[in-house]
């Protein structure tokens, strides 16, 4: 314990003196700069869109099967474009469908083979043709496409370009047989009045 004091006191004793030397100070090191930050990849100038699948395709409603909606898309130099957002829009109202979750959008990423395909796709219960909106984006660059598809009740019911079935062609068939043989009957039988 004295010599613990002693020690102790002999330092005081020196430092008070000079004769112990002050501890000295460490000079500053410099901040190295931070390395830059690595820029990332340039995307694609510019984006083109194909639908590989779903283009004219029939929905039957009864069986609630469709075709699900896919597309490739490709860079200006029509290589593949990976990891690409591709969003599929379905039409609020009138003939469409839904995703899943009663969903009328669905985001999916390109495959390596710049591929995408919408799931869980199934038609409402409104026949007539629809168009699903298709729309990709990678970096700055965007594109989109429309995919024509039907709903049909029936199997084996053609849909025309304006989305109705053909319901009109035999009643046309009718109305144009029904005037024929009024005209037919008024020309055999005339007006039923002779000259006096």
């Known amino acids: 314990m004295r010599l613990r004091k002693g020690v102790a006191g002999l330092a005081v004793f020196l430092l008070l003196t000079g004769t112990l030397p002050a501890q000295q100070p460490q000079a500053a090191v410099p901040a190295q700069p ?48 990976a990891n690409a957002q591709v969003v599929f829009q379905l039409p ?5 469908g ?4 009663l969903a009328r959008t669905q985001t999916a990423r390109t495959n390596e083979r710049g591929q995408a395909v919408a799931s869980g796709f199934a038609p ?12 990709a984006s990678a970096g700055e660059a965007t594109t989109s496409i429309v995919i024509a598809q039907s709903n049909i009740d ?11 079935s053909r319901w009109w062609k035999p009643v046309l068939i009718l109305g144009a047989a029904a005037v024929a043989s009024v ?14």
Request: overall charge positive.
């Open 34 to 81: 931070a390395p830059p930050a690595a820029k990332p990849a340039p995307g694609p100038k510019s984006l083109k869109m194909i639908a590989t699948q779903g283009e004219g395709a029939t929905n039957r409603i009864k069986t609630r099967s469709a075709v699900q909606p896919a597309v490739e898309v490709r860079d200006e130099n029509e290589k593949p474009v």
């Open 92 to 96: 609020a109202s009138g003939p469409g």
């Open 154 to 164: 029936r199997p084996g019911q053609d849909m025309t370009v304006s989305g109705k």
């Open 98 to 101: 839904v995703f899943y979750d």
């Open 183 to 196: 005209a037919i009957y008024a020309a055999r039988h005339g007006s039923g009045s002779t000259a006096q």
């Open 124 to 135: 409402n219960n409104i026949e007539g043709r629809f168009e699903i909106k298709v729309t």
